[in-house]
């Protein structure tokens, strides 16, 4: 019965490539082989803080890492946000919920050994602001964190933290607005001194504004070491 469920599951809701939309098959890694050879995952070597790729192996940090303090202690990203854009608009804005699936298997594969040596006490997703989570019908990030805790054995946070503020789209604002455009924008609903470690997930990692907010809060409530993992991040300038 379940091969027969399959089937027609996949006549009804037939899988899609997250890059290009295109159905693939149900045996497929989730990404067509098309894709695969025009999207790019962060290599090493790494800036030792937002985990973007550096060109010089000499060299610790990034140009923006070098410029800017961060409140969360290190972080990694999969693919590179501009080789992907599409596909994570479409993910959050168009009702691609199922891009989930693939994207998290993905981030399991190839930073489940980062993720795991962190030895973190929790998963905790960006939070959207209620009316965004209610128009939206999900949240990408908590969609994301949920396979992998699920896959690595990390419990996963969904209510620690919410969003009581409707921040302005960040891609609109320079790195001085979305500082003030975060002031505030989450509180925690119950003491994090529980935690000692834990690892933020999103999306998107560009200038870490908001991931930087998110950390600032639960540093301050007692958690000793924040890291984030995102689906995608920006290139250095």
Request: with cysteine; glycine share 6%; proline share 5%.
């Amino acid at each position: 019965m379940k091969k027969v469920f399959d089937v027609l599951g996949d006549l009804l809701f037939p899988a899609r490539c997250p890059v290009c939309d295109k159905v693939v098959p149900r045996w497929d890694r989730g990404i067509c082989c098309e894709c695969l050879k025009n999207i790019r995952y962060v290599e090493p070597p790494r800036c030792l803080k937002c985990g973007k790729h550096i060109e010089e192996e000499t060299e610790e940090y990034c140009p923006d890492c070098e410029k800017r303090p961060h409140f969360y202690k290190q972080g990694r990203a999969l693919f590179y946000y501009k080789d992907i854009a599409k596909a994570i608009y479409r993910y959050k804005y168009k009702g691609r919920k199922a891009y989930a699936q693939v994207f998290g298997r993905e981030m399991c594969y190839y930073l489940g050994d980062y993720i795991k040596s962190l030895q973190a006490d929790a998963i905790i997703p960006v939070p959207l602001f209620k009316r965004k989570a209610r128009r939206r019908g999900y949240n990408q990030a908590t969609l994301l964190a949920r396979i992998l805790g699920e896959e690595l054995g990390i419990p996963v946070e969904e209510k620690l933290v919410v969003r009581n503020k409707n921040t302005r789209p960040l891609k609109l604002l320079n790195p001085e607005e979305r500082l003030n455009n975060l002031k505030k924008a989450f509180i925690l609903m119950e003491n994090g001194v529980k935690l000692k470690r834990v690892i933020i997930i999103d999306d998107i990692y560009t200038t870490g504004s908001t991931i930087d907010a998110l950390a600032e809060l639960l540093i301050k409530r007692g958690i000793e070491e924040v890291y984030f993992v995102t689906l995608a991040i920006g290139e250095s300038a």
